[in-house]
Structures are given as C-alpha cells and as structure tokens.
C-alpha cells in the first residue's frame, strides 16, 4: 500500500492527498475489472435476476451475522450466499419451473427472512441501512487486498472455463455433447457471483449492485463485434464508469453505487444509440 500512497500523492489535489480516497480509488479500480468480467457472464448466461437475488440472501446473511454478534457479518452474508447458490443450482435442475420463477421463490424469501431477522424483537431497521446504499470509503486496506485475491481468482476461472461457460450458456446441447459438464461450470459461476455480490454490497449498496453487474456487459453488447471485444468494453466500460462515478460522487457528496450505477446507465444509452444509427 505504501506505494500505491506514493503514487496516489504523485498526483497532487486535496481529493487523494487523504487515505481514505486512496484506499476507495484502489478498490474500485479493482472492483472495475471484477464487475466488467463478471458482467458478461451474467448477461450471456441469463443471470441477471438471479445475481439480485444473491445480493438479497447477502443481506438476510448479514442479518444473521449481527444477530450472532459476529464482528465480521460480511463473512456470515458470503456463506449463506454460497449456500443459497448451490441449492438454486440444485433446485433447478430438478424441476420443470422456469429459472425466473425459481429466483423469485428464494428472492422472496431470503428478503422476506433478512427483514423477519433484522427488525426482530423490535429492533431498528437503521443500522442495516449502510448495506442497502454503501460506502466505499470505508473500504480497508485488509478488505483491498482480498479484493485483489478474488479478482485474481476470476480472471484464472475465466481464462481456463469462459469458452466452456458461454457454449453451455448458448447451447447446452451442444456443450453435453462435446463432454462438458454443463452444470458443474455454472455452478461453479454461481458461487463466484456469489462471493463477488455479497463481498462488495457493504462497498456499492445491494440497491444497485445488480446494475454494475449487468449494464458493463450490456452496453458492451450494443456494439462489441466479437466475444474478444465484447470482454474488453464491459471491463472498460466498468473501469471508466467506477472511477468517474468515484470522482463525481466525492464532487458532489452522493452514493459513489448509485453515481456509478448512473454513468453505466448512461454508457449503455450511447451504445444502444451507436447500435442503432449503426444498423
């Protein structure tokens, strides 16, 4: 971190002379690269739903864990994420209903139970609210680095099980008949969403975590003319509109989420207008 301050000072201005901006600005650009790369499997898979629900059986975590009195609630919200992704994969390929009605099943009810818990036995809504809107600059230096360990581990499941992910995303028929085991790799996809979502909602907010894992990868797909492209704008796009919106948000002293969340929304107008002018 000691360098990272340096070259932070390097810059000048009173915005990064203070170490919490330092620490936020290393976070998000962490968290660019993870949103971006995350954001194409979830389009190109279908999950956009189904990564809302993770962040909602994260806060029923959360609630949990302070129910415990556990310091550390965000490691209580990862686990119950993790569990609740791998009985949705479970629960969905043993039945008939659609993926969208399964996600509304455990979205209801993981919502329903984080509310049920957190305001039991009278207690105050209030203190939950930092998870619903975030704060980034209250991320850690100890936080940094596991954010640096998860991108890590992302970009390895991506370079050696994208291919696999997106055939049996597109055309599981397909990815079978060539031996691939369909449903291990989305599983596998599922708990890594999983962690990413729950990890970064105390940072971006739950309210609007699923759009930064969804508008990179869809304003990238407006006007990516091969996969190769399409991974390099959605992380791009996610890098850009992370540290803009970081910038913006200590501007004018708004949710750094919600800020981002904005200029992805508007990344995602001027592509869809390029698209179609294009056509």
Request: hydrophobic residues 55%; positive net charge; aromatic residues 10%.
């Amino acid at each position: 971190m000691t360098i990272w301050y340096a070259l932070c000072d390097a810059l000048g201005g009173e915005m990064f002379s203070m170490t919490f901006m330092k620490n936020a600005l290393l976070a998000v650009l962490l968290m660019g690269p993870l949103f971006g790369l995350l954001s194409t499997m979830i389009v190109s898979g279908k999950m956009s739903f189904f990564s809302d629900a993770l962040g909602h059986s994260g806060f029923t975590g959360i609630a949990i864990g302070v129910l415990c009195g556990l310091a550390a609630p965000t490691y209580a919200a990862i686990g119950l994420a993790v569990v609740f992704a791998l009985l949705f994969s479970f629960v969905q390929s043993r039945t008939n209903q659609s993926a969208d009605t399964v996600i509304g099943v455990f979205s209801s009810t993981a919502v329903a139970l984080g509310i049920f818990i957190a305001t039991l036995g009278g207690s105050s809504f209030t203190k939950f609210n930092k998870y619903l809107i975030g704060d980034i600059l209250s991320v850690t230096p100890g936080e940094i680095a596991m954010l640096a360990c998860v991108l890590l581990a992302v970009c390895v499941l991506w370079i050696f099980a994208s291919n696999e992910f997106f055939v049996a995303a597109v055309h599981p028929a397909l990815a079978q008949s060539r031996g691939l085991d369909v449903k291990k790799t989305k599983t596998l996809f599922t708990v890594c969403i999983a962690v990413v979502v729950t990890m970064a909602m105390r940072w971006v907010g739950l309210m609007v975590i699923n759009s930064l894992l969804v508008l990179p990868a869809a304003a990238a797909r407006n006007v990516a003319k091969n996969l190769r492209q399409y991974h390099l704008l959605s992380v791009l796009l996610a890098l850009g509109g992370s540290v803009a919106g970081l910038i913006t948000a200590y501007a004018l002293g708004c949710s750094a989420g919600a800020t981002i969340s904005l200029y992805l929304a508007a990344c995602f107008a001027v592509t869809f207008l390029l698209r179609k002018k294009a056509a």
